[in-house]
T-cell receptor, first 115, second 113 residues
Framework: DTGVSQDPRHKITKRGQNVTFRCDPI?????LYWYRQTLGQGPEFLTY????????KSRLLSDRFSAERPKGSFSTLEIQRTEQGDSAMYLC?????????????FGPGTRLTVL | GNSVTQMEGPVTLSEEAFLTINCTYT??????LFWYVQYPGEGLQLLLK?????DKGSNKGFEATYRKETTSFHLEKGSVQVSDSAVYFC????????????FGTGTRLTIIP
C-alpha cells in the first residue's frame, strides 16, 4: 500500500531552531497540500502545490515557513526560528486533479513539539 | 469565506444506538462535501462524500445527504459499534478554482459496549 508518507513522525525541538519535514505523496498524484492541526481543532490549510508550482498560501503561513516541491514529487516544509506556538500536527495530503469531489488522501502527520 | 460548523462533542453512545452528527456549511458556489474519520493513532481517512445537492454519500453503514436548502450534511448511522469510536470531521471543497479543504472542528465519538 503506497499511501502518503511523512517523515519524521515526531519532532521535538527547542525554540529558535529550524526544522524540516518531508512528505512523499501517492506517486501519480499531481496535487499536494500541507495542513496544520492543533489539539481539538480540525486541520487548517497552509499551502498547496500543483506539480512543482506553489499555487496558494494561507495567511497562517508566516515568513518563517517555506515549502517546496522541486520536482513535482516529494515536498518539504521548513519552519525557521521555531516558536512554541508552532507546536502542532503537520499533515500532508495528495490528490489527482480531476472531476468534482476530488479526494485528498492524508498522510499520518508529523507531530512537532517546540520546547 | 467558506466555513463548516460541526456539532460539538464529545458524544458518547451505547453500542447499537442511532448516531447523528450535525454539520452545516457556508460557501459560495457549489462545494463538494466530505466526512473524514480519524481513528485513534491513525491518520485522516475519507469516510464518504457528496458532490451535488441531494446526493447521498454512504460507506460502512454511515450515510450523509447533501441538503442545499438547509446547507447541511449530517452524518448518520443506524446502529453504532465500539469500532466506530473515532473523531469525525466534516469538510467542504469548492471545486474548480479553490482546491483546499475547509474542515469543521471535529466531533469525538465514543461507543460503550
Amino acid at each position: 500500500d503506497t499511501g502518503v508518507s511523512q517523515d519524521p513522525r515526531h519532532k521535538i525541538t527547542k525554540r529558535g531552531q529550524n526544522v524540516t519535514f518531508r512528505c512523499d505523496p501517492i506517486s501519480e498524484h499531481n496535487r499536494l497540500y500541507w495542513y496544520r492541526q492543533t489539539l481539538g481543532q480540525g486541520p487548517e490549510f497552509l499551502t498547496y502545490f500543483q506539480n512543482e508550482a506553489q499555487l496558494e498560501k494561507s495567511r497562517l503561513l508566516s515568513d518563517r515557513f517555506s515549502a517546496e516541491r522541486p520536482k513535482g514529487s516529494f515536498s518539504t516544509l521548513e519552519i525557521q526560528r521555531t516558536e512554541q506556538g508552532d507546536s502542532a500536527m503537520y499533515l500532508c495530503a495528495s490528490s489527482l486533479e480531476g472531476l468534482a469531489g476530488e479526494v485528498a488522501f492524508f498522510g499520518p502527520g508529523t507531530r512537532l513539539t517546540v520546547l | 469565506g467558506n466555513s463548516v460548523t460541526q456539532m460539538e462533542g464529545p458524544v458518547t453512545l451505547s453500542e447499537e444506538a442511532f448516531l447523528t452528527i450535525n454539520c452545516t456549511y457556508t460557501a459560495t458556489g457549489y462545494p463538494s462535501l466530505f466526512w473524514y474519520v480519524q481513528y485513534p493513532g491513525e491518520g485522516l481517512q475519507l469516510l464518504l462524500k457528496a458532490t451535488k445537492a441531494d446526493d447521498k454519500g454512504s460507506n460502512k453503514g454511515f450515510e450523509a445527504t447533501y441538503r442545499k436548502e438547509t446547507t447541511s450534511f449530517h452524518l448518520e448511522k443506524g446502529s453504532v459499534q465500539v469500532s466506530d469510536s473515532a473523531v469525525y470531521f466534516c469538510a467542504l471543497r469548492r471545486d474548480f478554482g479553490n482546491e483546499k479543504l475547509t474542515f469543521g472542528t471535529g466531533t469525538r465519538l465514543t461507543i460503550i459496549p
